[in-house]
C-alpha cells in the first residue's frame, strides 16, 4: 500500500527566505506526483504536476523535483511571501490498476512571517 | 470556465441523522472523485465514478456511505446515521476522464459536523 510521508509537519520563516518541503513515498511505482496549496477552510489549489518521466516542474517562485528511484520529491519555494502561508500537500497517482487514485501526505503547515 | 463546486459548503448535523452532500464537477469532465479529509490529515480516496457507474468504492468506510451519479455528471455522497466520527471536510474533484496523467480538479468542500 503506498505511503506519502511529508517533512516538516510544520515550518515557520522570516518573508524572503527560500524554503524546501519534502515528500517522500513507498512505492515507486507511480504514474505522476502533485503538489497542491490547501488555505484555511478551503479546497485543494494545483500547483505543480510532474510526470514519472520527467525530473521537476518550475512555476514562478515553485520548483518541484521528483527522483522516483528514491521515492521522493521537492517543493522548492524562492523569496517566501506572508501570501505564501497555507497548507502544502504532496500526493501520487499510482501506475497501476488503481492509477486515478490519489495518495495523499498529510500535509506541511507553512507561516511565512512579515 | 465555472470549477468544481459543492453544496452545501457547511452541514452541521446531530448524530443518527442522514446527510446528503452534492458536487457538480467541471461540465463534460466524467471522471469524478470522492475524498475525506479528517482533522490535521491529507485526503483520503472514497470512490470514483467513470460516467454513471462507480468504478471503485473501495475507500468508502462502511455501508453507511453510499454515491450517486445518475446522469453522468451532479454526484451526491449520502451518509445514513451519522456518527460524530463521520466530521470532516468532503472533497470532490472531477478529471476530463479517469486514468493515468490527467489532473484532477478539486472543489472547496463541504465540513460536515456531526454534533
Known amino acids: 500500500k503506498q505511503e506519502v510521508t511529508q517533512i516538516p509537519a510544520a515550518l515557520s520563516v522570516p518573508e524572503g527566505e527560500n524554503l524546501v518541503l519534502n515528500c517522500s513515498f513507498t512505492d515507486s511505482a507511480i504514474y505522476n506526483l502533485q503538489w497542491f496549496r490547501q488555505d484555511p477552510g478551503k479546497g485543494l489549489t494545483s500547483l505543480l504536476l510532474?510526470?514519472?518521466?520527467?525530473r521537476e516542474q518550475t512555476s514562478g517562485r515553485l520548483n518541484a523535483s521528483l527522483d522516483k528511484s528514491s521515492g521522493r520529491s521537492t517543493l522548492y519555494i524562492a523569496a517566501s511571501q506572508p501570501g505564501d502561508s497555507a497548507t502544502y500537500l504532496c500526493?501520487?497517482?499510482?501506475?497501476?490498476?488503481?492509477?486515478?487514485?490519489?495518495?495523499f501526505g498529510k500535509g506541511t503547515l507553512l507561516t511565512v512571517n512579515p | 470556465g465555472a470549477g468544481v463546486s459543492q453544496t452545501p459548503s457547511n452541514k452541521v448535523t446531530e448524530k443518527g441523522k442522514y446527510v446528503e452532500l452534492r458536487c457538480d464537477p467541471i461540465s463534460g469532465h466524467t471522471a469524478l472523485y470522492w475524498y475525506r479529509q479528517s482533522l490535521g490529515q491529507g485526503p483520503e480516496f472514497l470512490i470514483y465514478f467513470q460516467g454513471t457507474g462507480a468504478a471503485d468504492d473501495s475507500g468508502l468506510p462502511n455501508d453507511r456511505f453510499f454515491a450517486v451519479r445518475p446522469e453522468g455528471s451532479v454526484s451526491t455522497l449520502k451518509i445514513q446515521r451519522t456518527e460524530r466520527g463521520d466530521s470532516a471536510v468532503y472533497l470532490c474533484a472531477s478529471s476530463v476522464y479517469g486514468t493515468s496523467g490527467v489532473e484532477q480538479y478539486f472543489g472547496p468542500g463541504t465540513r460536515l459536523t456531526v454534533t
Open positions: 510532474i510526470q514519472s518521466s520527467q
Open positions: 500526493a501520487v497517482k499510482g501506475s497501476g490498476g488503481s492509477n486515478y487514485k490519489l495518495t
